[in-house]
């Protein structure tokens, strides 16, 4: 299987977007997760093959997951970003498993390279 590829990240100032995107479509299940350094990892938005999304409380409103088939592209558009969603920033493929939430990393079984995603004041 080809790695999942991320890219997209870069430098924004508070208050401004950013569009991530990844090399992946298609899949049971997709996601995005981020860990700010020195934390731990965190789900931040996923989209299974139904087309429901879930999103963790922080980016809510201000996240989109989508995906388009033809460019075989995940996305993660990112408004309004501010200080606390500097962190580097994985997409990941797998599928839903009974007991375990759809943002919770045990879901997932292929992971992508991080892109960094820092956002300035």
């Known amino acids: 299987q080809a790695q999942l590829v991320a890219s997209g990240g870069g430098s924004v100032q508070a208050g401004g977007s950013l569009r991530l995107s990844c090399a992946a479509s298609g899949y049971s299940l997709m996601g995005w997760f981020r860990q700010p350094l020195g934390k731990e990892r965190e789900g931040v938005a996923s989209?299974?093959?139904?087309?429901?999304?879930a999103y963790a409380d922080s980016v809510k409103g201000r996240f989109t997951i989508s995906q388009d088939i033809r460019e075989n592209t995940l996305y993660l558009e990112m408004n309004n970003l501010n200080l606390e969603d500097t962190a580097m920033y994985y997409c990941a493929t797998g599928f839903t498993r009974m007991g375990y939430g759809r943002l919770d990393e045990r879901n997932f079984q292929r992971w992508g390279q991080g892109t960094q995603v820092t956002v300035t004041s």
């Open positions: 989209l299974a093959c139904d087309g429901s999304t």
